[in-house]
């Protein structure tokens, strides 16, 4: 598989096609910047997840930044100790309020930065810095409009470093049906000759659970919603209903509970809920089934 996809980005750099004429939004710092990285993130959806992080002049009073893309989801501006900083937006730019900050962090999702033609997807920006392009798991490049600085390839998901200019990146998800195929006969298979021996299993445990004296309950944890909620000023009413559902399930619940208390997209569960990860509000634990979210300890009662 690793040859293959090698094989593939060396075709790609080899027949690299000219980009055509569009005009995205410029990323662009200026004033008090002395250095800045940036990254996207692509996810299956179409949405991209912006990184842009800038070294600062302290002694300036403001920085502009105009934006990538239109819209501007889950903004979030905060300075190297991760405190919310004031901003202002206005057409795509963006005025942050960072007198005496030596970092801002910046990260957002945006719609607006890919396309979709059939089964190929297209991602079109342009930036005044070199930026890291981190590709959807599973992905193929089709073609690429310059030569990266540098490609990676790590877990089935390819990352690029691009320079500074016009970025356009044609790519297309690949769905092995013969491998899920093969994959899900093997389960049938396994399912059907195990199924005996499981369920002899699950009523013995049954059996044996019904023997056993109740268990006393054990202490359950408490969030400090008032301290959380005075510390935390910037929030928005959606994430203080996040925080208060964790507060009745003892700071810890899955994400698909909150995916029904919420009643929103799933998409937009999902970056409220990364939004506050970053304001290092709760935790999100991968498990094989979901994903847990946890109000971080520091917000628990003792």
Known sequence: MMVKRAGAILGTLLLLLA??????????????????SLTLTVYLDGFVLINHELELNQTYPSVNV????????????????????????????????????????????????TSKTGKYWTLSANVSTNARVILPEDTSIMSLNNVPELIESSNDQVSLIMPSGTIEITYIAEHSLYQQTQSYETWHLIAIVSFPIIASIALALWFLRRKKPPQPKELTDEVDVDKLLEREKYLRPEEVQVIRFLAEKHGTAFEAELYEKLDLPRTTTWHLLKRLE??????????????IVSIRKKYMKK
């Open 278 to 291: 970053k304001m290092e509000i709760v935790d999100i634990q991968k498990s094989r089934r979901q994903n």
């Open 19 to 36: 980009a055509p004429q569009f005009s995205p939004t410029l990323v662009l710092a200026n004033g008090p910047v002395t250095s800045e």
């Open 66 to 113: 105009t934006l990538l893309g239109e819209a501007h989801e889950d903004l979030l501006v905060v300075d190297e100790k991760s405190l919310p900083l004031d901003y202002s937006v206005a057409t795509g730019k963006a005025v942050i309020y960072s007198l005496n900050a030596t970092q801002i962090k910046i990260s957002y999702f945006t719609p607006d930065l």
